[in-house]
């Protein structure tokens, strides 16, 4: 561990952010055809891309970054579908991703040529890392090349009125760079592309590599909120990766920090270990009596669309998708949700043991909740046989019965389903 620096956090004695609850939902961004697309072992065909977008669509998103069209024949070709087969709603924008460079941002704009809105999305690398080894330059070689991507970008946007332009600047590698460098280079970049509060810029703060606790990472935010002039002018997004494992934590206290905005993709699909993950942070948002503006009351269509699409599996305990998550084996914890949902009408407000949120609400069943094993109690037992059988034990049989169950469980070695238990029910108490 000696190979390793600490890490210095941010000084900031008047942090404000802990004390603001999430009351409003973030804009969100969907990276998943770029950034997604371009972490996958196979990246999507043309076919796949057109599946995603359509759900993506469905889940409600109204900003959808579509590729790097100056670096992917493929993400070129894809754009020009969208645009020229009037695939894009009224109400969604396309963002396009580019490095701050003079033949890239041209053949971005040329990828674009003709659509109604769009986020021009140019980055380059801020960090001292990268600096130092990958473009060994000062920093104000790198501000040159901010400022210099802002005048391309801005220049070119002038020659297409037809399209209401949007533009978004990264300091890539934002967790990696000093934070009074950061607010130079995005203050540089505004002075060229001067937003108002009607034509805001968009600044978005990646951690590119996630590199400190979520907490740190927001109070580089707030800070940066504090010290970037014109913060009224701006939209802060964020856009976090999975590398310590807490992309969605630092993204909730991102937005507590201050910042608006968010990009990052269904699942968590991504670069290395991933981006934030969309789906938990908008079903958090939910389970707090908060509306994420994002539909996932069909969480099982979009599992299957997007493990189609990047042909990557889905963890059964994936928070909220995943297949288990609303499932109970243990005889104590079904009982607990049995004896709640029993009591619960349905007027009240969501307040079950061992269920974070009503799984009906991801278009889930009941039949899913309570599962048997040898795990399992008298309650999960007479629960299952109530449930699809309409039969109502007295207790004295619900404990007799669930030994019964329990033997044949483990005798099995596996998990034993309705009619299974049925059987048994019968064989024991009604045929002998
Ligand atoms: O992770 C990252 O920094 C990116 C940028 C290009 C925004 O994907
Ligand atoms: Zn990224």
Redesign the pocket.
């Known amino acids: 561990h000696n190979k390793y620096r600490p890490f210095t956090p941010v000084s900031k004695p008047d942090r404000r952010w802990p004390d603001q609850a999430i009351t409003t939902a973030p804009d969100w961004c969907s ?1 998943d055809l ?2 997604g697309n371009q972490a996958l072992v196979e990246p999507m065909n043309a076919q796949q891309k057109l599946r995603l977008w359509d759900l993506l669509l469905s889940v409600g998103f109204k900003q959808i970054e579509v590729g790097f069209p100056s670096a992917s024949s493929h993400d070129f070709a894809f754009l020009r579908q969208l645009i020229e087969e009037d695939r894009i709603p009224e109400d969604v924008t396309v963002q396009v ?1 580019t490095q701050a460079r003079a033949d890239l941002i041209g053949r971005t704009f040329e990828a674009l040529k003709g659509v109604r809105r769009a986020v021009v ?1 140019f ?1 380059n690398s801020t960090s001292t890392v990268q600096r130092r080894d990958v473009f060994k330059l000062d920093r104000e070689g790198i501000k040159r090349i901010a400022v210099e991507g802002a005048r391309l970008v801005k220049a070119e946007a002038a020659q297409h009125p037809e399209t209401e332009w949007v533009f978004e600047y ?1 300091p ?3 967790t990696g760079t000093e934070l009074d460098f950061a607010v130079e280079v995005c203050d540089a970049v505004n002075s060229v592309l001067e937003p108002t509060p009607e034509n805001p810029v968009i600044i ?1 703060l ?3 590599v996630e590199m400190s606790t979520p907490n740190v990472y927001a109070d580089q935010i707030e800070w940066f909120c504090d010290h970037v002039t014109h913060r009224e002018a701006i939209k802060i997004s964020l ?1 976090t ?1 999975n590398d310590r494992g807490c992309a969605v934590a630092a993204a909730e206290l991102g937005v507590m920090a201050g910042a608006d905005r968010i ?1 990052g993709t269904l699942m968590g699909n991504g ?1 290395r270990t991933g ?1 934030m993950d969309i789906i938990t942070m908008a079903m958090n948002l939910y389970s707090q009596g908060v509306d994420p503006k994002l539909d996932f009351g069909r969480m099982d269509e979009v599992i299957a669309v997007t493990r189609e699409c990047t042909q990557l599996p889905v963890h059964p305990r994936h928070p909220y998708a995943g297949e288990l998550v609303f499932t109970a084996f243990s005889g104590s914890h079904q009982d607990a949700i049995n004896k709640c949902l029993a009591r619960r009408s349905p007027d009240e407000p969501w307040d079950v043991a061992y269920l974070p949120i009503d799984p009906a609400d991801i278009g889930r069943n009941y039949q899913e909740v309570i599962r048997i094993n040898s795990q399992s109690g008298k309650g999960g037992v007479a629960y299952v046989l109530q449930r699809d059988y309409g039969l109502e034990l007295p207790r004295w049989l619900q404990v007799d019965f669930s030994a019964a169950v329990q033997g044949l469980a483990e005798s099995s070695e596996s998990e034993v389903g309705s009619e299974a238990i049925y059987q048994l029910f019968t064989d024991t108490y009604l045929n002998s």
């Open positions: 990276v770029r950034d991703l999305h980055y990264s890539e590698s934002f978005n990646p951690a590119t856009h990766h990009e670069e981006n």
